[in-house]
């Protein structure tokens, strides 16, 4: 029997023993070739596209020749207004690439020696750039699409007498979402949040393209589908897979997200429950890499990404 690619050597290319020894200058060295990969490092200024510029070692920035502008590796970019260093950024990224159900941000607190409050955000401007990468992505061919409820558990009452029916929405808090997925089959995954879950069909049917098959279950709001693709649908009372039609991979990503919510965050508010939804999604689609490649692949995401309007300031509750 095949051996998982992640049981095998060519999957660990990175480790925090790596990440640590290497020292800031290299990490340093890291951010700026994947911020300026075009001029192999060498600075371009962000203000005017000028490719020369004078480098002030002492405090590790540049001045434009053209525009005199003042900027560093990160300016402009999702870690802009930096704190950390880069070797601990660097950390952190290795951390979360390896996690394959996520990493909570008291464990990553721990693990870096910074408040939890650092970790949170610094995982959520990770998953900002990590989506970033399919924000106007589309799906063809066989797509998968689904939906699975989060959030909103409902306690039971101690004693039976006081117990109440919890699936009456009177009953309910109000706070449970579906996270409704298309996901192409040897491509990529899509995840969105809504309320209901019918709602997620017309969204899912605008990042699709035309001609694509589409495979989905019984439920009747899919029934829809059918008038703009062909589709073909799934019973699960009868079977998981039937004659090649199944909605399997869709279901592998929600078994990834369920982990990632129950095993490590615990809980996830529906206000952000969208975040969590695309950073499995972005494990899922990047399973078969090294984690050397992935973190690399993350941090030219977020140094290509521009300043977060969701998190800096966030603690200040300030926005961009």
Request: proline content about 2%; aromatic content about 8%; some cysteine.
């Amino acid at each position: 029997m095949a051996t998982n690619f992640k049981l095998t050597a060519r999957a660990r290319t990175l480790s925090l023993r790596e990440v640590f020894t290497m020292g800031e200058d290299k990490a340093y060295d890291l951010f700026r070739q994947l911020r300026w990969p075009e001029t192999d490092g060498a600075a371009v200024c962000p203000k005017c596209g000028h490719d020369k510029a004078y480098e002030i070692t002492t405090r590790r920035k540049f001045k434009c020749k053209a525009c005199h502008h003042q900027f560093s590796v990160t300016s402009g970019t999702i870690f802009a207004s930096r704190k950390l260093s880069f070797t601990d950024i660097l950390a952190a990224i290795a951390i979360i690439v390896d996690a394959a159900k996520g990493v909570s941000a008291m464990q990553l607190s721990r693990d870096l020696d910074v408040q939890h409050k650092t970790a949170w955000i610094l995982a959520h401007k990770l998953r900002e750039a990590m989506a970033s990468e399919t924000a106007s992505h589309t799906l063809s061919g066989v797509v998968e699409v689904d939906g699975a409820y989060f959030g909103g558990h409902v306690k039971p009452a101690n004693k039976k007498t006081d117990r109440k029916d919890r699936r009456l929405s009177e009953n309910q808090t109000g706070k449970r979402r579906v996270v409704v997925v298309a996901r192409q089959r040897q491509g990529r995954t899509l995840p969105f949040v809504h309320e209901h879950e019918s709602d997620g069909v017309e969204t899912v049917s605008k990042v699709i393209d035309n001609g694509s098959t589409v495979h989905a279950d019984e439920a009747s709001h899919w029934d829809a589908l059918h008038a703009t693709f062909p589709t073909l649908r799934i019973n699960h009372s009868e079977a998981f897979s039937l004659n090649g039609v199944c909605t399997n991979q869709a279901e592998s990503y929600f078994s990834r997200l369920r982990r990632m919510v129950r095993g490590q965050h615990h809980h996830v508010s529906a206000r952000y429950l969208a975040a969590y939804a695309q950073h499995a999604a972005w494990m899922e689609d990047h399973r078969e890499m090294d984690n050397a490649a992935m973190a690399k692949r993350v941090i030219g995401l977020a140094m290509g990404h521009s300043v977060s309007r969701n998190w800096k300031g966030y603690w200040q509750r300030t926005k961009v």
